[in-house]
C-alpha cells in the first residue's frame, strides 16, 4: 500500500495541442458513451457560470452546491450533502484515475485547477479543468517534451503518490471536511463514495481488479469495497434509500443485509 505523500510542484501546460496530452483519456471516454458530468472539451475555456473547487471548500459556494442537491432530489439535508458528495467525487476522480489507466498520464485534479458547473437538473454538476498539469513517467513522450507543465516522477509508485496528492490531499479530503462541518456525517460513509466513483469509474472504462485495486490502495480505500465476479459492492450507504423516490444503488450494502 502507497503511504507515502508525493510532494513535487504543480504545473500549467502551456501549449497549442493539449488533446494529444488528453488523447488516450478522450478515447476511453469516448468508448464508454456519453460522460455529462464531464467537461467537452475537458479544458474550460468559457468560464462562465463555472466556479473554482476551492470555492467549495473555503465555503463560499459550497451551500449553492448542497441546495441544488435537495432540490433535485427532494432530499433531507443529511442525504443531499452525501449523494452530492457522490456525484461530486465521481466526476472530479474520473479523469485522472481513467488518464492513469489509460496511459500513465495524470492529470493533476488540484482544487487550484478544477472547474465545476452546478446545473439545476441532471446531471447536478460538471467537472472541468482550467489548465493542464501532467504528471508523468520517464518512458513517456511527453516526458522528453521540455514543457514546464509535464511533471515527470521516476516510477509508478511516484506516479500514484501524485493522483492521490492532487485529488485528496489537494482537493477531496478538505472539501470531505468541509462538508462535514456543514452537515454532520461521518467519514468513512463519504470516503466511501470515493471508493466507489473510483471502481466505476475504471471498470466501465474496461479496466479490471488489478487496475482498480492499484488505485484504491494507493488511495488508501480498498477496504471501503468489495470486488466480487457479481461486481462492485460498497461497504458504505448513499443514503439514497431515504429519498421520497427510495432509490437502492446496484452496488449498495443495504442489498446484503
Not at 6 to 27: C, E, I, N, Q
Request: aromatic share 4%; with cysteine.
Amino acid at each position: 500500500m502507497v503511504k507515502a505523500r508525493w510532494h513535487g510542484p504543480v504545473s500549467t501546460l502551456v501549449t497549442s495541442d493539449t488533446s494529444a496530452a488528453l488523447r488516450p483519456l478522450t478515447v476511453t471516454l469516448s468508448a464508454m458513451g456519453p460522460q455529462n458530468g464531464l467537461a467537452s472539451p475537458l479544458i474550460v475555456s468559457d468560464r462562465l457560470d463555472w466556479i473554482q473547487a476551492t470555492e467549495l471548500i473555503d465555503g463560499t459556494k459550497l451551500p449553492a452546491l448542497l441546495s441544488a442537491a435537495r432540490h433535485r432530489w427532494g432530499a433531507s439535508a443529511h442525504a443531499a450533502a452525501t449523494l452530492a458528495w457522490k456525484s461530486y467525487s465521481y466526476w472530479v476522480s474520473m479523469p485522472a484515475v481513467l488518464s492513469w489507466a489509460a496511459a500513465r498520464r495524470v492529470p493533476l485534479m488540484d482544487a487550484e485547477n478544477v472547474l465545476v458547473h452546478i446545473n439545476s437538473g441532471s446531471p447536478l454538476l460538471q467537472a472541468g479543468l482550467s489548465s493542464l498539469s501532467l504528471a508523468v513517467l520517464p518512458d513517456d513522450p511527453l516526458a522528453s517534451s521540455g514543457n514546464s507543465g509535464i511533471h515527470v516522477v521516476p516510477n509508478e509508485e511516484d506516479l500514484l503518490k501524485a493522483l492521490r496528492v492532487s485529488l485528496l490531499d489537494r482537493h477531496l479530503d478538505p472539501l470531505l471536511d468541509k462538508i462535514r462541518d456543514s452537515v454532520k456525517l461521518g467519514r468513512r460513509t463519504l470516503a466511501g463514495s470515493i471508493a466507489s466513483g473510483v471502481s466505476y469509474s475504471l471498470s466501465r472504462g474496461g479496466f479490471g481488479h488489478t487496475e482498480i485495486t492499484t488505485v484504491l490502495e494507493a488511495l488508501d480505500l480498498s477496504d471501503l469495497v468489495d470486488l466480487t465476479p457479481a461486481g462492485i459492492h460498497r461497504k458504505t450507504c448513499c443514503l439514497a434509500f431515504t429519498l421520497p423516490q427510495p432509490k437502492i444503488c446496484a452496488g449498495c450494502c443495504l442489498r446484503s443485509c
